[in-house]
């Protein structure tokens, strides 16, 4: 069964700082894994998708890089702003036919001003 | 309207209610899933429907009972709840893979409270 594990649970920077979330997956056959970022009461905004093949994909001040074989992606986002407070979220889908996406518990971010 | 829309996006409810959540997709999009998040837990899937016929139930009591007319509707439908059930339900939609799940695109959810 699939685990994704989300460290730290919490994260607190000063304006300007550029920062890396982690995320790790206990099995590493993938068909792709997607970050997406949570604000308060809100739904999921989708931010990155990686399909098993590619080893990055960038978007703006953000980068995720993925790292199967070791079962690891990480979220850099560079120059963090205020705006960028929320909580993201990694998910994997194992693919095989199936259309599930196992979650981490998120990191919550705080970029203090 | 664009996107994934869900109503009503708050909904009180006692336990012998019955009541439906809505879900509607502007994407073009062929699968739809009834996501539910509880406080201090990972999202957990519910239901998937692909072309509107369900391919994933993960073991969801049948107090809740989905529902997909066509690929851009997507209903769950509420009744006898238990006050555990009160969550943030989640609707997302994505284009079928080749062997799995493509891009998901979330709604806003529906805060469900039962008391």
């Known amino acids: 069964k699939q685990e994704v594990t989300q460290i730290p649970a919490a994260l607190s920077v000063p304006e300007g700082e550029n920062l890396v979330l982690n995320c790790s997956f206990t099995?590493?056959?993938?068909?792709?894994l997607q970050w997406f970022r949570q604000d308060p009461g809100k739904g999921l905004t989708s931010l990155l998708l990686i399909q098993s093949s590619q080893r990055e994909q960038t978007s703006g001040r953000l980068n995720a890089s993925l790292d199967k074989s070791s079962g690891r992606s990480t979220l850099y986002i560079a120059a963090s702003q205020p705006g960028d407070s929320a909580t993201y979220l990694c998910a994997v889908n194992s693919g095989a036919g199936s259309y599930q996406l196992t979650f981490g518990k998120g990191t919550k971010l705080s970029v203090i001003p | 309207e664009t996107g994934v829309t869900q109503t009503p996006r708050h909904l009180v409810m006692g336990m012998t209610n019955k009541k439906s959540l809505k879900c509607e997709q502007h994407?073009?999009?062929?699968?739809m899933y009834w996501y539910k998040q509880s406080a201090k837990k990972p999202l957990e899937l519910m239901f998937v429907y692909n072309f509107k016929e369900q391919t994933e139930n993960n073991s969801v009591p049948s107090r809740f009972s989905p529902e997909c007319p066509n690929s851009s509707h997507l209903f769950l439908h509420l009744h006898t709840l238990q006050p555990e059930d009160s969550a943030l339900y989640l609707c997302?939609?994505?284009?079928?893979?080749?062997?799995?799940?493509?891009?998901?695109?979330f709604g806003e959810g529906s805060r469900l409270t039962v008391l």
């Open positions: 099995d590493s056959a993938i068909y792709n």
């Open positions: 997302a939609s994505s284009l079928e893979g080749r062997g799995g799940a493509g891009e998901l695109f």
């Open positions: 994407l073009g999009h062929n699968a």
